[in-house]
């Protein structure tokens, strides 16, 4: 490739190279003329003008991909921006002549391609050097949009944004027509299309002024209409263009002469919130309110990202500013009874809701201004509260009323719960200030009449324990104190002990925990609850549900705790089932329908606290105990047989009772030994497989499990990489057949004090969450009993299939699947065979039918759980036929789903076979799959192919050396020639090259032909994957360099890496920055020192009017910042990994860069976000001065700047408490050297060496100083650093004469 490396095209070599390698040489060459015009001066470049633009604008006619029309583009601009422009025109005719051109055949279209694409660029980068030509060829490209396919529309309206973008204001005289073309296919069926035009439309904002003037509400709807139906990458481009047009259009309010209607930022907001509240699709905003449409889910996520963009570009200045206005408006739509038509409408929404407050607060704003947030929300809920009180005042509290406060009150208290614990014991301050005091606000909604918001106080009280956890033993003793008062009130009831619940719940994340004593008193209290409920029919059944849940909340407490207890509670819990089946039988005669809803509550209860007991007091399961706990669960499971008699004996909301006691028993045996309870496994699993074929449930309920089921890296088929956003919390309600994103605390209470995360509470609904307990309990059994059972089982599976129909028969597999597939696991990690023959086979027909389904996930699981059959079955015969099969599948079939499936079934069976096992069929599904890989017509079959022949070369090790080479080959034409549109067959390209790079290994530092061209050929495609506008190849692209660059440093330039690292990591996508940061941890290990120098280099680059990524405190100053932004903890763990590795590497010769870096974060004693930082962004400035002096409510509307740089928020508690940690790692990487100890010693050494070495002892003061500020500091972590101890301990010892402050 060497030939390649010149200034001109060398044509000869290129006609005698094979086809496969034409494209290969020609775009090397381009890259090499791309970096190499801009280095040469005007006069070469003119002297080689007229060759290189013929051999340029003849490639165009040379059916180009993708990447390399995109570097002839950028040369001609180059070019003609360097030298003559005279022939700048006609390469623009030549560009028109193109695509004027009728020929409709495919092989056409990638010139026609590669001309729009150019115009684009020279229209872009040249402005309005082009004159007037630009008349034409818009006219021309909107002409060219009738007849065009997905492609061509998506190029032209690439090409007519770049077009306003270039031209700015010259080309307002078009304006009118690209803005009804580009509006037009903002609603394309192609989802490429929508995100370009969502662009272009974007780029005509702030050119044309008759869009804010007239077309706002157009554009709003049809904004809105375009989210429906849409992707994830959709949805994100069509709410940058909303927000920036909403944002725009409060900018009007500051021109004077303007005929444009004046928007507020109430009425901004009204416009989002129409589209939030209906997610309808009427034709305008107005109509979308006044409209009765059906709620659309994914409108409802695009809307929100829309809201969290407009926030953003508003700037932290402006939501403190505003932040009564905007708190208040977003958690008003929770009241809108159009937002919450159905429960789990409701909890979406309120996922929506929840998710704006904490990307917009948290995520923001800096520390001072979340407390003023908490304070707002305060007011909130008070005046919430106010409202039920005066409704309380009337004989009967109107439904509507309290449904909608408590879908306010939950958002407002769980937004307020995560600012808390956002705070840690900074929010101090909250709980003791009399005027602020957030706790009194919190427990008044504990006596609410909706179990959701009492729910949602106790959760907040959680939180509040956690950051604060003084308050803990007070909370606890005033909850008990409450309940004791008001025993006779059942809400108040409820609400108390959920409070005691959660804040038991809370004491495992508390150091200092609570006394012995509580814990006793506590239990003591519960029992009493349960003795007397039968005191009062009316207060029954809440006495019952605190009693027992409060019991369990005592079990988290721990064996010590309990253990003084446990006589009482194994008696509570005998007493609670009946006794003898005599004794069921006579209650089942005796009952009437409240009664049996006490009595099943309460056993519910019971089996809630056994799986407490169970799961947090090991210690104290011994034989007796199990012994005596499988009583009572003896007795439950009989009840369960009866259930069905007595629901329709009792009516249907038994139903729900019967539901929770089923969750319980079954979660209750997964947690016992198995062969405690082996003698009901008959019985058992009857029970089991009726629950997840939904025998007698007429829903089509589905289990949340079968995603993690399937195999982590088949992320890129089922699109689960979503889980790696930032806005996974709202993109999860869009995920078919997964019932994530439902999850919420009344579907159980026990989560109160059951959940280990601290972030997002909630249970999933009651019915998905039972199934999920019957598969994992049957997973668990089923490799315990005999063949006869199993194929009798996987037998009653196929039938199940057969008879059901369309969607149910979906629900149905989907079932059973993550049934099977848990189940083979289980066999798998016990080391237990699958069975004899006939079951073998049983569970081969089942799975081999699934894999010809037509869902997607259904292959995926049918494909794993085919991988996970041969872990199973030691026998290679059986996988030497599996592959087999699947080969002549391949072969004969035509149709996408069964190609898809058995490409993905061959490369779960190398996966889990492994390359040394499946040497002998290596070559056939190699060949096969590389077939498969080329069918450009069915990109859906590439996508399948390409990942199974990932999972081969990733699990064939040194047996697939062999097939790299025609491997890599594939991966590089794929990259020149696919279109960016199928990002699918990207992603899956780029797994394919990582790989790939991982099977080479080492070997790539070589020198030979072959593995010189096999490390080209990598870095080719890197370069291909880096420039593609998808964030996750992008970041592929990173993670393969990184590869690289381990096992061929000297080969990876990191004088271009590093500065695309670093601006990476203000990526909007989580992918990037996490995979940057990655690859920076990395380098930081050995190159230290070159990073930091690269990436200064881009800080010294940066104009004045661009937004530096890198500011003068260097690239640690930019890791710093993203301690305080990010929330990913895998990201925040690799980014402390990165400023430890450049502090052992480069603080020795740079202690005051390292001590500024330090002193800078410690001492940011003032929120810059507040307003009085000199690094804020300024608010938008008036055109007319005279308008300045205007009413002071012009303030509203004001945002920021969109170039300038954005506010900097102060560090929080847990970035200053790193920055003290690597204050402390200095001292230590000092302390060997007395130097850096002994000031009479650093000060000669200093005086005779001019080597500008730095002492540690020569910057005492400094030490001195940040160890004050974190002593004094109002985060009890910070202060528990005993910083200034520690550096008395290092001192006391040496010589300090004649040192001064």
């Given amino acids: 490739m060497e030939l390649a490396h010149n200034l001109t095209l060398n044509e000869e070599v290129v006609k005698g190279l094979p086809d496969h390698k034409k494209d290969i040489f020609i775009f090397e060459w381009l890259q090499f003329l791309e970096k190499v015009l801009t280095a040469l001066n005007r006069a070469d470049v003119k002297e080689r003008q007229k060759t290189l633009t013929n051999q340029l604008t003849a490639l165009l006619t040379k059916s180009p991909g993708p990447p390399t029309r995109c570097l002839i583009a950028e040369c001609l601009a180059t070019l003609f921006s360097i030298g003559d422009t005279s022939p700048l025109f006609s390469t623009i005719d030549i560009c028109n002549d193109i695509i004027k051109n009728r020929d409709d055949s495919p092989s056409y279209l990638p010139n026609r391609l590669a001309a729009i694409t150019t115009i684009g660029v020279l229209y872009e980068k040249l402005g309005r050097m082009v004159g007037r030509s630009y008349e034409e060829t818009v006219s021309l490209l909107i002409r060219s949009l009738k007849n065009a396919e997905s492609q061509g529309r998506y190029e032209v309206m690439k090409t007519l944004q770049r077009i306003v973008t270039g031209l700015g204001s010259a080309g307002k005289n078009v304006h009118k027509e690209i803005y009804k073309s580009a509006l037009k296919h903002l609603v394309d069926s192609n989802m490429s299309v929508r995100s370009s035009a969502s662009k272009c439309v974007k780029a005509l904002i702030p050119e044309s002024q008759a869009i804010l003037h007239t077309d706002v509400e157009t554009i709003v709807s049809t904004c809105i209409r ?477 289990t949340s499990l079968l995603r993690d089921m399937c195999h982590i890296d088949d992320s890129v088929i089922l699109g689960a990489w979503l889980q790696e956003t930032d806005h996974k919390d709202i993109e999860d309600q869009l995920q078919p057949n997964s019932a994530s994103g439902s999850g919420a605390l009344e579907h159980d209470p026990t989560y109160l004090y059951s959940v280990s995360n601290n972030i997002d509470p909630g249970a999933l609904p009651l019915g998905v969450s039972v199934i999920d307990s019957s598969v994992r309990l049957y997973g668990k059994l089923f490799p315990r009993v005999s063949d006869k059972h199993k194929q009798q089982m996987l037998q009653h599976f196929k039938d199940c299939i057969k008879q059901a129909k369309a969607a149910r028969q979906q629900a149905i597999q989907i079932n059973i699947f993550t049934a099977v597939l848990c189940a083979l696991k289980y066999c798998a990690e016990e080391k237990r ?41 030691e026998d290679n015969k059986f996988v030497a036929d599996m592959v087999q099969k699947s080969f002549e599948k391949l072969q004969s079939a035509r149709d996408v789903v069964s190609r898809t499936g058995h490409s993905l079934a061959l490369g779960c069976l190398h996966r889990y076979v492994g390359g040394m096992s499946s040497g002998q069929h290596l070559s056939s599904s190699v060949s096969i799959l590389l077939a498969l890989s080329k069918d450009h017509a069915a990109p859906v079959v590439q996508v399948w192919a390409l990942h199974a022949l990932g999972l081969i070369a990733d699990s064939g090790g040194p047996m697939f050396r062999t097939y790299v080479d025609a491997t890599l080959t594939l991966v590089l034409n794929s990259l020149l020639t696919v279109p960016p549109s199928n990002t699918d067959v990207h992603q899956c390209l780029g797994k394919c090259l990582a790989a790939l790079i991982t099977n080479l290994g080492p070997e790539l530092q070589g020198t030979s032909s072959v593995i010189s061209d096999a490390r080209l050929s990598c870095l080719i495609s890197c370069a291909i994957m880096t420039d593609h506008p998808d964030s996750l190849v992008q970041a592929q692209a990173i993670s393969c360099l990184q590869q690289l660059h381990l096992f061929a440093p000297r080969h990876v330039n990191l004088s271009s890496l590093v500065p695309r690292l670093c601006t990476s990591l203000t990526s909007p996508h989580l992918l990037l920055r996490r995979s940057s940061v990655a690859c920076l941890r990395q380098l930081a290990q050995k190159e230290a020192n070159e990073i930091s120098d690269y990436a200064r280099t881009l800080y010294k680059a940066a104009n004045e009017d661009e937004q530096q990524v890198i500011s003068e405190s260097g690239l640690e100053g930019a890791l710093f910042g993203l301690l305080d932004r990010e929330s990913d903890s895998q990201l925040k763990k690799d980014v402390k990994d990165t400023l430890m590795s450049m502090l052992q590497s480069l603080a020795g010769a740079n202690l005051s860069h390292w001590f500024q870096l330090v ?102 003061s400094e030490l001195v100083r940040v160890a004050f500020i974190a002593a004094t500091s109002d985060s009890d972590k910070l202060r528990l650093r005993r910083t200034m101890v520690k550096i008395t301990w290092c001192y006391t010892s040496v010589n300090l004469c004649g040192w001064r402050s």
Avoid at 1211 to 1224: G, H, L, N
């Fill in 226 to 702: 375009a989210f429906d139906s849409s992707n994830y990458d959709v949805r994100c481009h069509v709410a940058q263009l909303l927000a920036y047009l909403l944002a725009e259009c409060l900018k009007v309010k500051s021109r004077t002469g303007s005929k444009a209607k004046i928007y507020d930022v109430k009425e901004v907001l009204g416009l989002l919130a129409s589209g939030f509240v209906k997610a309808g699709k009427g034709s305008s905003a107005v109509e979308m309110v006044r409209g009765a449409s059906a709620i659309n889910r994914e409108i409802r996520v695009g809307v929100t990202h829309a809201y969290n963009e407009f926030i953003k570009l508003m700037g932290a200045q402006w939501l403190e500013r505003n932040m009564t206005l905007v708190l208040e408006h977003i958690v008003t739509l929770a009241a809108n009874p159009r937002t919450t038509q159905t429960h789990i409408d409701a909890v979406y929404a309120r996922k929506c809701i929840i998710f704006i407050m904490a990307t917009s607060v948290q995520g923001m704003l800096g520390e001072k201004a979340q407390v003023n947030a908490a304070k707002e929300l305060s007011k909130v809920i008070g005046k919430q509260m106010g409202v039920m009180s005066a409704e309380s005042h009337t004989d009967s509290p109107q439904q509507s009323v309290i449904t909608a406060t408590q879908h306010v009150l939950v958002c407002s208290l769980q937004e307020l719960g995560g600012i808390v614990q956002s705070l840690g014991t900074t929010a101090t301050q909250l709980t003791t200030e009399s005027n602020s005091d957030i706790v009194k606000p919190v427990m008044s909604v504990l006596t609410h009449p909706s179990s959701a918001a009492r729910l949602a106080a106790a959760w907040c009280l959680r939180s509040i324990a956690i950051a604060v956890p003084a308050l803990l033993t007070p909370l606890l003793e005033r909850n008990m104190e409450q309940l004791d008062k008001m025993k006779s009130n059942g809400d108040a009831l409820s609400g108390f002990s959920f409070a005691i619940s959660a804040l038991l719940g809370a004491v495992s994340k508390c150091p200092l925990g609570i006394p012995y004593s509580i814990g006793k008193k506590v239990f003591n209290q519960a029992e009493e609850l349960l003795r007397s409920a039968s005191q009062s029919s009316r207060l029954s059944l809440p006495r019952i549900q605190s009693g027992w849940l409060i019991i369990g909340a005592v079990m988290t407490l721990g064996p010590s705790v309990v253990k003084p207890c446990l006589p009482t509670l194994l008696q509570l819990w005998k007493n609670t089932f009946p006794r003898t089946v005599k004794e069921l039988e006579a209650e089942n005669s005796k009952g009437d329908a409240f009664t049996w809803q006490v009595a099943l509550d309460g056993r519910a209860g019971a089996l809630g606290s056994i799986h407490s007991f169970v799961t947090r007091c090991g210690d104290l399961l011994n034989a007796e105990t199990t012994k005596r706990i499988l009583v009572p669960l003896e007795y439950a499971f009989i009840l369960l047989q009866k259930m069905p008699l007595i629901v329709k004996e009792h009516g249907a909301h038994l139903k729900a009772c019967a539901a929770m006691l089923r969750l319980r028993l079954y979660d209750i045996l997964c947690g016992l030994p198995p062969h405690s309870y082996e003698g009901a496994y008959k019985h058992l699993f009857r029970e089991l497989v009726a629950e997840f074929t939904l025998t007698e449930n007429p829903a089509n309920t589905t």
């Fill in 833 to 873: 065979q699958l069975g004899s023959a006939v079951v073998r086979n049983a569970a081969l027909t089942l799975i081999m039918d699934m894999l010809a389904s037509s869902s997607p996930l259904l292959r995926c699981a049918a494909g794993e759980a085919l991988g996970r059959m041969t872990q199973c079955c």
């Fill in 1159 to 1260: 002193r800078n974060v410690l001492s940011a004693a003032t929120d810059l976000a507040s307003g009085d930082g000199k690094d804020l962004s300024t608010t938008i400035e008036d055109e007319d001065e005279d308008e300045e002096n205007e009413e002071d409510d012009d303030e509203q509307f004001k945002g920021v700047k969109e170039k300038e740089v954005k506010s900097h928020l102060a560090p929080k508690w847990p970035t200053r408490v790193f920055a003290v940690t690597c204050m402390m790692k200095l001292m230590q990487e000092c302390k060997d050297n007395r130097a850096h100890l002994d000031l009479a010693l650093a000060r000669e050494l200093k005086a005779k060496k001019d080597n500008g070495q730095d002492y540690l002892v020569l910057h005492l």
